[in-house]
């Protein structure tokens, strides 16, 4: 007899204790354009445990500055490792109160890393996907084919249209028609 049913863990897992498999997913994410500086930009020193909102504030300043970016890249060249990894280490054993699932999910939708935050609330933790924007470059696209000809070509007038709607920020505007120009 095979059971389906998907494993749930609870966001009080602490994030040190997770399987490398999963460890291994997330770092795959957040090693795409070096997203892991911003996480580790927005984590907090102090963290409670399970109240799993933990933004920056005047009482709660930054636990990482400049220079740990730069210590942890330096590490990663010289261990050979993926600087997320090593930031998972490190922040996964420090602390009174070491950092969950639940902080992590609270932290990577604060920081609109969504795909990484799709996999923790949806794939780690069997929960909904995070609350999205509505509109811009975080908004969820569909991405499901018609199947038939006719379906086919109504779907591609309104993915047309949702890209024509999309508001881009000026300045990336101003990027894509100097690239074009050259």
Same mark, same amino acid.
């Given at each position: 007899?095979?059971? =389906?049913?998907?494993?749930?863990?609870?966001?009080?897992? $602490? !994030? *040190?204790?997770?399987?490398?498999?999963?460890?291994?997913?997330?770092?795959?994410?957040?090693?795409? /354009?070096?997203?892991?500086?911003?996480l580790m930009s927005?984590?907090?020193? @102090?963290?409670?445990? =399970?109240?799993y909102i933990c933004? !920056?504030?005047?009482?709660?300043? /930054?636990?990482? /500055?400049? $220079? /740990? #970016? @730069?210590? !942890?890249?330096n590490a990663s060249?010289?261990?050979?490792?993926?600087?997320?990894?090593?930031? #998972?280490?490190?922040?996964?054993?420090?602390?009174?109160?070491?950092? +969950?699932?639940?902080?992590?999910?609270?932290?990577?939708?604060?920081?609109?890393?969504?795909?990484?935050?799709?996999?923790?609330? &949806?794939?780690?933790? =069997?929960? +909904? *996907?995070?609350?999205?924007?509505?509109?811009?470059?975080? +908004?969820?696209?569909?991405?499901?084919?018609?199947?038939?000809?006719?379906?086919?070509?109504?779907?591609?007038?309104? &993915?047309?249209?949702?890209?024509? $709607? !999309?508001?881009?920020? %000026?300045? +990336?505007?101003?990027?894509?028609? %100097?690239?074009?120009? @050259?």
């Open positions: 007899m095979t059971i =389906n049913k998907r494993y749930q863990m609870d966001p009080s897992l $602490e !994030i *040190r204790k997770l399987s490398p498999r999963y460890v291994r997913e997330l770092v795959q994410i957040l090693e795409t /354009h070096e997203l892991w500086k911003r927005i984590i907090p020193k @102090k963290l409670e445990r =399970n109240n933004d !920056i504030t005047l009482e709660n300043q /930054h636990k990482y /500055h400049s $220079e /740990h #970016f @730069k210590l !942890i890249e060249e010289k261990f050979r490792r993926a600087c997320t990894e090593i930031l #998972f280490d490190e922040w996964g054993t420090s602390g009174r109160i070491r950092p +969950a699932l639940g902080h992590l999910l609270y932290l990577l939708t604060r920081a609109k890393l969504f795909r990484a935050a799709d996999y923790v609330a &949806i794939t780690l933790l =069997n929960q +909904a *996907r995070p609350e999205r924007p509505d509109t811009g470059p975080e +908004a969820l696209i569909s991405v499901t084919l018609p199947k038939s000809p006719k379906q086919k070509d109504k779907n591609l007038e309104e &993915i047309e249209k949702l890209l024509d $709607e !999309i508001n881009y920020p %000026s300045s +990336a505007m101003l990027i894509i028609r %100097s690239n074009s120009m @050259k």
